[in-house]
């Protein structure tokens, strides 16, 4: 069964978190090796993490097709910081792993407990598409 | 250049979509499928996947001891990712291309749609792991 686990964490505007750098370097080394322990299980089938909401656009289409490009967002927007795809066999492994990443340490190197956004992936494309 | 491409959308939102005919929703998948026929034999797809409904999700914490804490209660006007796709392309202005191609997908009666669509740059070097 495969899952996202999204870390949607950002609001608008925002850049590189102000921690001290070693507690940003502490994140991102837990980051790694989690996902690096995921992969060593065969458990990982994708890790990305974005670029900071500052530098997201919204994108729609105008009347001639072209696009019209803003970078203005409402306050309270969640931007998704970053996810990973797993492939497990239950939802409580989904859910277990979604904990080890919400204790993911902040400042100081005290655990988050910030919330991971636990979704099935659609088993294949919609009928529709096929 | 990797950006993601996020097409997300309330609940209230997927229901509205629920309630269109199954034409409409034939012509708009076929637009989906046919561009992404399209970035794939000019090699700029990396991914796409859509997602499971909203109804699926769950929000997870770890609580004190570590254990996961899981709530699936979110407030009514929160987006929800509906599905992505990965592009690898020369320039910001090609991502924006796709995401208006993407915006411009057929709604009832054929109208385009015109959703919005965020586009983000990926951070990470690497993008595709095995297994994938």
Redesign the interface.
């Known amino acids: 069964m495969k899952y996202?686990l999204?870390m949607n964490t950002m609001k608008a505007g925002q850049g590189v978190p102000g921690w001290p750098k070693k507690d940003l370097q502490a994140h991102v080394a837990f980051m790694r090796n989690f996902a690096k322990e995921l992969?060593e299980s065969?458990e990982?089938?994708?890790?990305?993490?974005?670029?900071f909401?500052d530098?997201?656009?919204?994108?729609?289409?105008?009347t001639d097709?072209?696009?019209?490009?803003d970078g203005v967002f409402p306050e309270?927007?969640?931007f998704?910081a970053?996810f990973s795809?797993i492939?497990v066999d239950t939802?409580e492994r989904a859910?277990?792993i979604?904990?080890?990443a919400?204790?993911a340490p902040g400042p100081g190197g005290a655990?988050l407990?910030?919330?991971?956004?636990?979704?099935?992936?659609?088993s294949g494309?919609?009928p529709?598409?096929l | 250049m990797k950006y993601i491409l996020m097409m997300t959308g309330t609940k209230a939102g997927v229901d509205t979509y629920r309630a269109w005919s199954k034409s409409d929703v034939e012509v708009h998948f076929a637009h989906l499928k046919n561009l992404n026929r399209e970035l794939s034999e000019a090699g700029e797809l990396v991914a796409n996947e859509p997602l499971a409904a909203p109804e699926q999700a769950k929000v997870v914490r770890a609580g004190k001891n570590g254990v996961p804490v899981t709530d699936g209660v979110f407030p009514e006007a929160k987006e929800f990712l509906l599905g992505y796709w990965i592009v690898d392309v020369d320039s910001p202005e090609r991502a924006y291309e796709i995401a208006a191609r993407l915006s411009a997908g057929p709604g009832p009666g054929g109208a385009p749609t015109n959703m919005p669509i965020e586009v983000r740059q990926i951070m990470s070097k690497r993008t595709s792991e095995p297994g994938v």
Not at chain 1, 55 to 62: C, E, I, Y
Not at chain 1, 65 to 69: A, D, L, R
């Open positions: 996202i999204m992969r065969g990982l089938a994708l890790a990305e993490g974005l670029t909401p530098q997201a656009k919204l994108v729609r289409a105008g097709g072209m696009p019209i490009t309270g927007k969640e998704l970053g795809l492939d939802p859910y277990a979604a904990a080890r919400s204790a655990p407990n910030m919330p991971i956004e636990v979704r099935p992936m659609a494309p919609p529709e598409m």
